[in-house]
């Protein structure tokens, strides 16, 4: 099923495309809509649908800039632009944008679902073609590929005497020239028993694609599960901002494979073409020591403080505190198991051994606090006392249970001194979204400006800390609200959607039937 966004200054244009089309019988999902291109470039760089349906004329920002925008950005969208204009020049922009379909105003919702069909019938063939892992393989072996390929290894690992960089990519027609350069890693994973199923194959494809058609992006696979993004832009900012977007273009093309999770980390700007290699090591930096989590992530610089007192600094050689620098939850019970392995072969000194491995654990978690720059007797003061090992010795019942409260806190307190920095953006911006839902600027851009972060970056840290899109969030506290207000006032379904922040009362009653199963009366009445 394929996801439609549809973008209208004209409300019965929305609502007819909205309503006429029966879109739970169809190949398409309604996923929004929008009234002018500047509040729809926000809402579709969260959501990220496959198709946008927008009309060409609006306020703020038209359909042609929308569409430029967004197919920088969001390369795999497919777009078909609506006009009351029967203007060539229009056409010919639209053309070179690269939107599938141009529809001339006004017209029935039968030629509207007619042109979607044909758009889903090109996803398919895309879909297809990724699949076809024999043509894939001899694209990625083709002689030019490896040269290139080669190249761009050479160049992110210093090993290309700086006067040579600039010679050797205008041989393999390769432009790398820019004032500003920023290198993207990404680090795909998977589970070993879905390796051979080509679902690697895919994402490789998918990957390819994103960046094959920007200017501004040079990718290319180092190893079969790291991908290599060199972005270039003369200015600063937008490449800041440009990285967040790229790097949630590449998340959602691999999410989109449900065996296949990746960690992306951006490194720093860096202005010259030899400094390139400065910037990938810093992203490799975060990287590592991103390793131990087991879902999709994106990070940068400014979400890993890099000291002499992070993870990496641990150059201990205790077995047990390598193993928690990295592991996941999951993998309690495999070193508890470990552990009573141990204590089944020496069942007749059980307590003297306990107490042995019990002190273990206690000596590698304080040295991990200690390293990531904490203090034990404020983190897990209870296991330093004698009592605490004494009582968890008794028997094989506590002893378990102990050593899997204190694994299970230490990983929630290793994880939180990268995760928990953003702690006050998120629940300052969850205040302002609760006090300001009823307003109908609420939006993206003016809570990222709340909590002085650029709107690329918030969005990408309030989707990754609260597991929901901001826009998601949004939508939440506002049907809410809705449900207080049917459920204790006699308030009308209009009214109620104005106080709750929706501009249009039957897109508010849409939205809430998508949310709720009943429409609002109905909601209402039960």
């Known amino acids: 099923m394929y996801s439609v966004f549809i973008v209208d200054d004209e409300h019965i244009v929305l609502e007819g495309i909205r309503n006429k089309i029966d879109w739970e019988n169809t190949a398409f999902s309604f996923a929004g809509e929008a009234t002018d291109g500047e509040l729809a470039f926000s809402m579709i760089q969260e959501m990220k649908p496959d198709i946008l349906i927008t009309d060409i004329k609006m306020p703020f920002m038209d359909g042609l800039e929308l569409s430029r ?113 920023k290198v993207i890693i990404s680090e795909l994973k998977t589970k070993e028993e879905t390796e051979e199923t080509g679902v690697l ?48 273009a590449i998340e959602h093309v691999v999410s989109q494979n449900m065996e296949c999770n990746v960690i992306t980390a951006i490194g720093k700007t860096v202005e010259h073409t030899s400094n390139i290699a400065s910037s990938y090591s810093d992203a490799d930096h975060i990287l590592n020591q991103a390793r131990f989590w087991n879902k999709s992530r994106i990070l940068s610089a400014d979400d890993i403080k890099k000291s002499s007192d992070g993870i990496l600094s641990l150059q201990e050689n205790d077995p047990l505190m390598e193993r928690l620098k990295y592991a996941q939850t999951n993998e ?55 009592s605490f090992v004494d009582n968890a010795v008794q028997n094989q019942d506590i002893f378990v249970k102990e050593i899997r409260k204190i694994l299970k806190n230490i990983f929630e307190y290793r994880d939180s001194k990268i995760q928990g920095r953003y702690g006050e953006v998120i629940l300052k911006a969850k205040e302002y979204i609760n006090k300001n839902y009823s307003s109908q600027d609420t939006s993206l851009k003016l809570v990222a400006e709340e909590v002085h972060l650029s709107p690329n970056h918030f969005s990408t840290i309030f989707s990754q800390e609260c597991g929901i899109t901001f826009i998601e969030y949004l939508t939440n506290v506002r049907i809410n609200e809705a449900k207080r207000l049917l459920k204790t006032t006699d308030m009308k379904g209009a009214d109620i959607a104005y ?28």
Request: hydrophobic share 40%.
């Open 69 to 181: 925008l967004l197919k920088k950005i969001q390369p795999w969208i497919k777009i078909i632009i609506l006009s009351g204009h029967d203007e060539f020049d229009y056409a010919k922009k639209a053309i070179s944008i690269g939107v599938e379909d141009y529809i001339l105003k006004p017209f029935t919702h039968e030629e509207l679902l007619d042109s979607l069909n044909k758009v889903a019938q090109r996803l398919d063939e895309e879909k297809k073609r990724k699949l076809d892992i024999t043509k894939l393989k001899e694209e990625l072996e083709s002689s030019a590929i490896l040269v290139r390929n080669k190249y761009l290894s050479d160049l992110i690992s210093g090993s290309i005497d700086t006067a040579n960089i600039l010679q050797e990519a205008k041989k393999l027609n390769i432009d790398i020239i820019a004032r500003y350069h």
């Open 332 to 386: 309690i019970e495999e070193i508890i198991s470990q552990y009573l392995d141990l204590l089944k072969d020496n069942s007749e000194h059980f307590q003297v051994i306990a107490s042995y491995l019990f002190v273990d654990v206690i000596m590698a978690v304080s040295k991990l606090v200690e390293n990531l720059g904490g203090n034990i007797k404020e983190v897990m003061p209870e296991i330093l006392s004698h």
């Open 499 to 526: 106080d709750c922040g929706f501009s249009d009362p039957h897109y508010f009653s849409f939205i809430f039937k998508k949310n709720t199963g009943m429409t609002p009366r109905e909601y209402k009445n039960s």
């Open 201 to 248: 194959q895919k994402v490789y494809s998918s990957l390819l694609d994103i960046s094959k058609n920007v200017s501004d992006v040079i990718s290319f696979f180092i190893s079969p599960k790291r991908f290599v993004s060199i972005l270039k832009n003369n200015s600063v900012e937008d490449i800041d901002e440009y990285s967040y977007n790229f790097a949630e």
